[in-house]
């Protein structure tokens, strides 16, 4: 069975920085991409950054988190980390990570989800 969970959310002020983490199980790593998402309350979920877990790596990120954050995975333990700087409020939401086929982040169909981790950032 195909699992991912999220951990590492948690309370900073603006400025601050936190590391998220996606544990990924069930299937073989370099054949998917990653991905980050959030939602705000009242808003839509949006993507946040994508990593192509094969030995091509390439990576993504949304216009708003560019310079910012900063996505990586260590293949070794499955596991894909969401770097998290110079938050600001706006910030605030339920991060989820994604799994999907193929490990393209432009073409993949993000199919199994976590549950998410709350990320508060106080003004």
């Known amino acids: 069975e195909v699992q991912v969970v999220e951990s590492g959310g948690d309370l900073v002020q603006a400025g601050g920085s936190l590391r998220l983490s996606c544990a990924a199980s069930g299937f073989t790593f370099d054949d998917y991409a990653i991905g980050w998402f959030r939602q705000a309350p009242g808003k839509e979920r949006e993507g946040v950054s994508c990593?192509?877990?094969?030995?091509?790596?390439?990576?993504y990120y949304a216009d708003s988190v560019k310079g910012r954050f900063t996505i990586s995975s260590d293949n070794a333990k499955n596991t894909v980390y969401l770097q998290l700087n110079s938050l600001k409020p706006e910030d605030t939401a339920v991060y989820y990570c994604?799994?999907?086929?193929?490990?393209?982040?432009?073409?993949?169909?993000?199919?199994?989800w976590g549950q998410g981790t709350q990320v508060t950032v106080s003004s």
């Open positions: 994604a799994a999907g086929a193929p490990p393209d982040c432009l073409r993949t169909d993000f199919s199994s």
């Open positions: 990593i192509s877990s094969s030995s091509d790596g390439s990576t």
